[in-house]
């Protein structure tokens, strides 16, 4: 079963607009990595964030990970057209063996 | 460095047919993961190889097999094709494994099975 959902599961906005992904978990983690899919570049790592911090940013991504409630969200500001894609959380669960666990995605669609 | 390298990029194949695809890991790395991936479904894991050993194996039937090499290049198995694993699959090395490790991706296997 999958340990990461995403929501939604599909998201639509315009160019210049913020785009926010989230990601449920079930089970305690060590870390959570986000990962973007498009057809040009494959699947690609963007961040990862490790279950003792709470905020990690990387140029124009920014990543919460609140264990409490065991979410993350992805926030994607100033969206341009190359961010359209599929964005995907991997958990490494506590207890997994280091086992990556996949969310089905989210599908970003930025129109220009 | 060169990237993750799989072969062939697409393969056509009949039901009943068998089929082994190849990844290339990132020079100095140990560990290669295999995924499925069909539209709507995410990544489901088949397997990890760490320095030539199984060190973790997702819920596919027997037919799904792989191995690691002593130059850490791996290759992955399916015997007895079914329509149902017609799939995008994708290889992922790491310097020591999943856990809290970076997975670099290659660009994926296109499998048909007709």
């Known amino acids: 079963s999958q340990q990461g959902e995403e929501d939604p599961q599909a998201l639509s906005i315009q160019e210049g607009e913020n785009a926010t992904m989230n990601c449920s978990y079930k089970?305690?983690?060590?870390?959570l990595q986000w990962y973007r899919q498009n057809s040009g570049r494959g699947l690609v790592h963007l961040i990862l964030?490790?279950?003792n911090e709470r905020e990690k940013h990387s140029g124009r991504l920014r990543v919460t990970l609140d264990t409490s409630k065991k979410s993350s969200s992805l926030l994607i500001t100033a969206s341009r057209a190359a961010d359209t894609a599929s964005y995907f959380c991997?958990?490494?669960?506590?207890?997994?063996?280091?086992?990556?666990?996949w969310g089905a995605g989210t599908k970003l669609i930025i129109k220009p | 460095k060169a990237g993750v390298t799989q072969t062939p990029r697409y393969l056509i194949k009949t039901r009943g047919q068998q089929v082994t695809l190849s990844c290339s890991p990132i020079?100095?790395?140990?560990?290669v993961s295999w995924y499925q991936q069909t539209p709507g479904q995410g990544l489901q894991f088949l397997f990890e190889?760490?320095?030539?050993?199984?060190?973790n194996k997702g819920n596919f039937p027997g037919r799904f097999s792989g191995r690691q090499f002593s130059n850490s290049r791996s290759e992955m198995n399916v015997s007895t094709l079914e329509l149902g694993d017609s799939a995008l699959y994708l290889c992922?090395?790491?310097?020591?494994?999943?856990?809290?490790?970076?997975?670099?991706f290659g660009a994926g296997t296109r499998l048909s099975v007709l």
């Open positions: 992922a090395s790491s310097l020591s494994g999943q856990g809290g490790n970076i997975q670099y």
């Open positions: 020079s100095g790395h140990r560990s």
């Open positions: 991997a958990t490494d669960a506590k207890g997994s063996n280091y086992q990556l666990i």
């Open positions: 964030i490790r279950s």
């Open positions: 190889y760490f320095s030539e050993t199984q060190r």
């Open positions: 089970t305690s983690i060590n870390n």
